[in-house]
């Protein structure tokens, strides 16, 4: 553990520490007036015990006396000490709120492929595990050091007062446990680290593994998946068995010095009280600060090891907090009116700098039409979807809406122009009727209904246990595939945009369903301009233009019977899904 490595991370948490600062002062001042009595006792009871001089001479009331004196310092002090701890608890959870929230904006504010390239089970891990080590390990660290050093000049004062030569015993002696601490935990700082980041990969792992159970199981992985996961755990066993091997001797090594300091302050101490110097109620006092003085170097021995996790789930934590937002748009004008004319001139875009994916395209979409997407997998529609939706910038070229370059206005009013349903459904949390309104949330039940009706759901939502105030489980695993896709139409049925994105919007809808949804859709898409990406050329037959792409680029367009007639590459795809095209 290096201090530059603390300077790094240690501004970064104060920001999230400074809004609740009253908390954290109140936790130190308690704590510090808890160490104050606590220091107070060892004198009473070196006094209660010179009130026993021999038998039959003992002095019961300056006995009494002191031993209510010690009774009320400890209840005032453990008083104070509970509240002390109760307070940095208090700071511990309203810190790790605070990092949880600032992540959840950030991961709102990063760009999609940040999301896209990194595992979501380790960026769970990063929110919950690590961001519980940095509150627990910086915050409850500091606290200790900042009560320590506290007790450790309070205590030595006291020391000092009473007897200076005992005093010098126990300064000299207790720092070498605090010595033997620091050289054991720099041996476990890179173990830690290794540690750290193997929870990430094995939370990612399993989220991603457990996400995808069904499939697992369909293909008779379990024993690969088992596996790689024993595989994975097996190093994180080892990585915390080694760092815990070489922190756990900390406390130990500590506990020795402590031991001679005792033993050292015994024969000193006597040696005084023969020589007439000292009372043996003092060397009582003695023992009693040696462990009030040794007590803060045990304490930080013992956060080391939580230091050295909570500076690498802090490495995590920040690493994530610094990643780049988004481009700003706040000083944009926002697009307030959409006419659906949409424009890509000379595009160029690649996810990957080595290899390009979309070249030199251009398209003109007029206000209404149909633009069906098609082609061989990867060749570039779906990432046409993400260009048109500024989920990804271009590398270089323009799309324009309405004329105005998407780039020049902010995303949140151009993309309130789009509706989409996508190939992958997606509901959350809630009641039907909350999971439908998720775009128009002041939508009135009728609304609700209508939208849904069109969407051809409103037969299968009657059936449901409590109807539209059924709970959507947390994966929508209480309705089928299909159902979850007729949801997801239904809310776009329910906004209405002028534009539309259908990206295999009915991929997992039966046949029969989706010509219901086909004439539903065709009904909604009149008037729109419409963006439909589809493998079944079936259900683009009445585009007004289809895209035939292939490697990134266009490379047929027109309407379905004159690219059949062409008998090109796109004859060849309607080819392969029917006996014979129709002509």
């Not at 006291?158 to 030569?165: E, R, T």
């Not at 059936?463 to 139409?489: F, H």
Request: aromatic share 10%; net charge positive; with cysteine.
């Amino acid at each position: 553990m290096k201090v530059k490595e603390i300077k790094n991370v240690f501004p970064k948490l104060l920001t999230f520490v400074r809004p609740h600062k009253r908390t954290f002062f109140l936790s130190i001042i308690f704590s510090l007036v808890a160490i104050v009595l606590n220091t107070i006792i060892p004198i009473f009871s070196g006094y209660a015990i010179d009130c026993m001089i021999g038998v039959n001479n003992v002095d019961f009331m300056g006995l009494f006396k002191n031993l209510i004196i010690i009774l009320v310092f400890t209840i005032s002090s453990s008083f104070f000490e509970w509240f002390g701890s109760y307070y940095m608890n208090i700071l511990t959870y309203k810190t790790a709120q605070s990092i949880r929230n600032g992540i959840y904006e950030k991961l709102n504010a990063v760009p999609i492929k940040y999301i896209d390239n990194t595992a979501h089970g380790d960026i769970m891990n990063t929110m919950i595990a690590d961001v519980e080590n940095v509150t627990d390990g910086f915050l409850e660290g500091f606290s200790t050091v900042v009560q320590g050093l506290f007790q450790v000049i309070i205590v030595m004062v006291m020391m000092f007062v009473l007897n200076w030569g005992l005093a010098l015993v126990v300064i000299v002696v207790a720092p070498f446990s605090l010595l033997f601490a620091i050289l054991l935990t720099r041996k476990s700082k890179k173990l830690y680290r290794a540690r750290v980041e193997l929870q990430g990969k094995l939370s990612g792992y399993s989220e991603e593994m457990i996400t995808n159970m069904k499939i697992i199981k369909a293909f008779n992985d379990e024993v690969d998946t088992n596996k790689k996961f024993n595989e994975i755990n097996s190093k994180l066993g080892k990585a915390g068995e080694k760092s815990m091997f070489f922190s756990s001797l900390a406390n130990p090594a500590s506990r020795i010095v402590n031991g001679l300091l005792h033993g050292c302050i015994g024969v000193v101490g006597a040696l005084f009280a023969i020589q007439g110097k000292i009372k043996i109620g003092l060397i009582s006092s003695f023992l009693n600060y040696s462990q009030d003085y040794t007590r803060p170097f045990n304490d930080i021995t013992n956060i080391f090891a939580d230091l050295n996790i909570a500076i690498a789930s802090a490495n995590r934590v920040f690493s994530l907090l610094d990643v780049k937002n988004e481009i700003s748009d706040e000083n944009l004008p926002a697009l307030k009116k959409c006419n659906g004319e949409v424009e890509i001139k000379k595009v160029e875009f690649s996810y990957e700098k080595s290899f390009k994916l979309i070249e030199n395209l251009n398209l003109s979409v007029k206000k209404g039409e149909r633009v069906a997407i098609v082609g061989p997998t990867g060749c570039g529609k779906s990432t046409i979807i993400n260009l048109l939706m500024r989920f990804y910038d271009v590398d270089s070229g323009s799309i324009k809406v309405s004329n105005k370059d998407i780039r020049k206005v902010t995303r949140k009013s151009f993309r309130s122009f789009y509706g989409m349903v996508l190939q992958e459904s997606w509901l959350y949390n809630a009641s039907v009727k909350d999971n439908v309104a998720y775009g128009k949330p002041d939508a009135s039940m009728d609304e609700i209904v209508e939208a849904c009706k069109k969407a051809n759901a409103h037969a299968f939502i009657e059936k449901l246990p409590q109807g539209y105030d059924t709970i959507i489980t947390e994966r929508a695993d209480n309705i089928s595939a299909g159902q979850k896709q007729l949801l997801c139409i239904a809310r776009i049925m329910l906004v209405k945009p002028p534009m539309m994105i259908l990206d295999e919007a009915t991929s997992n809808i039966d046949t029969r369903t989706e010509m219901k949804i086909q004439q539903a859709l065709d009904v909604m898409m009149e008037g729109r301009t419409c963006f439909i990406v589809a493998h079944r050329l079936s259900t683009i037959e009445n585009a007004d233009t289809i895209l035939v792409m292939n490697k990134g680029k266009i490379i047929e367009q027109g309407k379905h019977k004159e690219l059949l007639a062409k008998q090109g590459f796109y004859y060849k795809l309607f080819n392969s899904q029917f006996a014979a095209p129709n002509k």
